[in-house]
């Protein structure tokens, strides 16, 4: 709950603003039933219609008073929980995005969204709940006791055993809740990540006509959701009746107490038995609004757990300038994993060098270009940049100078233009356009109606595979980066586009250094150098002819894809 503190303490003078409010509301409602208590004693009994109609006109400003402090306590409790839940949020996000991949890959992304919105939520309505009743519930619980005491000090045993054993109930309430909660957050995660699966890959999901396999699979996801959802829903079932029944107990002895009472007491016995109806109620909410301060310490549990991890990559301080790409034994597992993704990896990159990468789906070349921008960060060995380890340069600096290509396209809601300006975010409409140029997009471009201005859908659903690839690599391509690395995001391209595209690459590339990973030899074999993965090792380095002379896993991947060709083995 200090987390929830902490972001109150945030806006303490609205909140002091509402308690302030909900100190004229609770004391109103604490002086209707002693007004009631007058009305009867001094004007019912006494058949003086003047007493009655001075008491009622006090009333009703009294409770005048309390309807105004309701409706300002109102407003200023969703306007502090409506501010707590959104630097909530930005808090989170902000923390995501300085945290490294391993760092997202341990709390898992469907966890993280859970966490961002209905653990959040729960925060939020707990904030807003505590101004409201929270707080509101205790006061009147107190008051209306002192009241009791006032009215008919003889019961006072009667409500130190009701609040006694209604303190057990509701203590007994938040220690068995707060597991159960916890438990039904975890089981929300579950659920949103199927949901994700499923959406994320839907056409795939048709085409094999799985729909039936993905229900089975969400209906037991759901099924455990809601099962977690009824046990911590029966602790508060169990526990609110037994707090009920011991107050209304009370208020039954306290009735029975009154055949004992002369009949000149009769309006502070209503007074009374009114003050343990708003005891009963006092009660009751506090139950409630304990059940949410469970859900919302568990929530707040999780949350914090974001904001307090530490990114498992150290941001370096130097400088960086780009220059030759060195890996120095570089080996990198995984977390979670035993075997190596990559091991004694050892090869160096020049400015103005076009390195190809290729091997069989797992060799770790998407793993081996992810080390460069310093996304994973190596388990052994060092990465050096401009001779510079990775690990001590700025993170910030050194993505700067790298734009990543990958082979899934990721377009976002927006038009072209603002798709490609991801690259460069002030770039001018001419830059774009020749950025679009380079990629071979701008053709396709130039035929919408709206060109570089058509509207792309969440994830480029309204373009094609190709054309989402091509704007891909416009805005890696706009940046004019020092270190370009294409990953395999031309494999979606019929072989005429791919290679002028690659073409077009090659006339810019400069003195950028650029590694281009591919699976298919032809994409790679005018590349300066190839680098040969195999099962997370380097296998071979050098040129098309040379690894077609030295390097077998090369050869083999060369002959499954372009068949054994005389002079093949002479690197022809």
Not at 148 to 153: A, D, E, N, Q, S
Not at 280 to 308: D, K, P, T, Y
Not at 492 to 502: C, F, G
Request: charged share 20%; net charge positive; glycine share 8%.
């Amino acid at each position: 709950m200090k987390l929830i503190a902490a972001y109150i303490r945030r806006h303490a003078g609205m909140f002091f603003t509402a308690v302030f409010f909900l100190t004229i509301e609770t004391a109103a409602d604490l002086l209707q039933p002693a007004m009631m208590s007058y009305v009867v004693d001094n004007g019912v009994k006494n058949q003086d219609v003047r007493q009655i109609l001075r008491y009622g006109a006090l009333m009703l400003l009294i409770a005048a008073f309390g309807a105004v402090g309701a409706v300002m306590r109102n407003i200023c409790a969703s306007r502090t929980s409506q501010l707590v839940g959104k630097e909530l949020r930005m808090d989170l996000y902000e923390k995501v995005q300085t945290l490294s991949f391993e760092n997202i890959d341990r709390l898992q992304p469907s966890s993280i969204v859970t966490r961002i919105t209905n653990d959040v939520t729960q925060i939020q309505r707990f904030v807003n709940g505590s101004m409201r009743i929270m707080l509101k519930a205790p006061v009147t619980c107190l008051g209306a006791v002192c009241l009791v005491v006032l009215k008919t000090p003889a019961q006072i045993p009667m409500l130190i055993l009701i609040l006694l054993i209604s303190g057990i109930l509701i203590l007994a309430n938040m220690r068995i809740g707060y597991r159960k909660y916890g438990i039904l957050q975890q089981k929300l995660d579950q659920l949103n990540k199927v949901s994700r699966e499923f959406l994320s890959a839907i056409r795939v999901v048709k085409a094999f006509r799985a729909e039936e396999q993905e229900a089975e699979t969400f209906d037991r996801a759901a099924e455990e959701f809601a099962g977690a959802g009824v046990a911590a829903a029966q602790v508060g079932a169990f526990f609110a009746p037994l707090i009920n029944l011991t107050v209304n107990l009370g208020i039954v002895v306290l009735l029975w107490m009154s055949s004992r009472q002369p009949p000149e007491n009769i309006g502070s016995l209503m007074a009374s038995v009114n003050y343990m109806t708003q005891i009963l109620f006092s009660l009751a909410r506090v139950s409630g609004i304990m059940n949410a301060a469970v859900r919302a310490s568990a929530s707040a549990g999780r949350v914090r757990e974001i904001l307090e991890e530490k990114p498992v990559q150290e941001n370096g301080t130097e400088d960086f300038s780009w220059g030759q790409v060195s890996f120095e034994q570089v080996s990198f597992t995984y977390a979670g994993t035993s075997r190596p993704a990559l091991e004694n990896i050892n090869f160096q990159a020049e400015p103005g060098e076009t390195i190809g990468i290729i091997g069989p789906t797992g060799s770790g070349k998407s793993t081996l270009v992810q080390m460069i921008p310093r996304f994973y960060d190596a388990t052994s060995g060092t990465v050096r940049i401009g001779g510079k380890d990775v690990k001590k340069a700025d993170i910030e600096g050194l993505r700067s100078q790298i734009s990543l290509v990958p082979q899934k396209a990721l377009l976002f809601s927006g038009t072209i233009a603002e798709n490609i300006r991801w690259g460069k975010e002030n770039a001018s409409f001419e830059e774009v356009r020749q950025a679009g140029k380079a990629a071979c997009a701008d053709d396709f471009i130039m035929e919408f109606p709206l060109q570089y201005e058509t509207v792309l859908r969440q994830g480029g659903v309204n373009v094609s595979g190709g054309q989402k690839q091509r704007i891909s690599i416009a805005r890696g391509l706009l940046r004019r980066p020092g270190i370009l690395i294409l990953d395999d995001c031309t494999s979606a391209l019929d072989a005429a586009t791919e290679a002028r595209v690659l073409e077009e690459i090659r006339k810019i590339s400069g003195n950028r250094t650029v590694f281009l990973i591919s699976q298919r030899i032809s994409t790679v074999m005018r590349a300066d150098r190839i680098l040969c993965m195999e099962d997370g090792r380097l296998r071979g380095m050098g040129t098309h002819k040379e690894l077609l002379l030295h390097c077998g896993a090369y050869q083999a991947i060369y002959h499954s894809q372009i068949g054994k060709t005389e002079g093949a083995e002479r690197g022809e």
